[in-house]
């Protein structure tokens, strides 16, 4: 395995913005969210450590918000509709044990998918269960290695993607979904591939890309050719063992579903205290009493009270 900075000791100057998350938060959130939190907002170099405390209690209050904590103890309403309108499947790792993760454009059924949910409070919740079920995936990674590994790599295939994609309307549509990655998971991202891109997607790429902050868009690489994109890949470090089937690896891919389950038995879920909301979460369920919706404080209203700031994904 090739380490790489996450499998690293802080250095010396992300050290401190560790110790005051920790002074700041504790317990309430996990080793790995303030060691991410540490190292993001490097690029703010004059009001860092305002920015990093500021971007960490955002995102702590929009998890307590969402019940990501307790998220993937629990079964979520419309989640078969969820993942028949937008498969999400992981595969393999590269040589740092970071795991790809595969979204297909062709595979995401938009008439379906806004008929049963047409608003953002309906979606986001199940986007949220998918990006803590990469988080439980890693944790087994890290748990098999022996080393901290905390970031992923995306391929999204854009074959299929056509004029119904790209309106105004369907790119604010989806947006918020992806946007749950960059605002919310901050460095967790290690490269983002575009392959199998059509024509029409360029013309749009230049609008979308300004939507993007600048260090996310540096670990983003456009590939209209699938060839191209299995020769840079295997360049990258990811075995084609690791890469899908269908796209001329070898990985048959596990489904990101209510069957998911993290591949090493036992490993602990991703948050503060595991047990005990596991434990929580599932009185909450045979009572049925789901008395505070996970969506009860929309984006749009934390956005108010906290502005995003960009950082690295």
Known sequence: MTLDEQSQQLSAEDQPFYDAL???????????????????????????????????????????????????????????????????????????????????????????????????????????????????????????????????????????????????????????????GQHYYPETLHRLYLINAPFVFYGAWKMIASLIDPETREKIQVFKEGDKFLEAAQNHGIPLAALPAYLGGGHPGRAMNNTFKP????????VPYPAKLESIATEAGEKDAAATPITSVSLSSLSAEVPAVSATS
């Open 22 to 180: 920790a002074a700041a938060h504790g317990d309430a959130c996990t080793e790995d969210f303030k060691i991410r939190l540490a190292r993001a907002f490097r690029a703010h170099k004059k009001n860092r450590m305002q920015v990093t405390l500021a971007e960490a209690a955002r995102i702590l209050a929009w998890r307590a918000a969402h019940g990501a904590d307790s998220i993937l103890a629990r079964e979520l309403e419309h989640s078969k509709v969820f993942f028949d309108c937008w498969p999400g499947y992981i595969y393999g790792e590269d040589a740092s044990g970071h795991l790809v993760a595969v979204d297909r454009i062709a595979e995401i059924r938009l008439d379906v998918f806004q008929k049963q949910f047409a608003h953002l409070e309906q979606l986001l919740p199940h986007r949220v269960q998918y990006m803590e079920r990469i988080q439980w995936e890693k944790a087994a990674i890290s748990k098999r290695l022996g080393a901290r590994v905390y970031k992923h790599i995306c391929i999204v295939d854009l074959k299929g993607l056509g004029m119904k994609h790209l309106s105004r309307s369907i790119i604010n549509y989806l947006k918020p979904i992806f946007d749950v």
């Open 263 to 270: 591949s090493i038995p036992d490993t602990p879920q991703p």
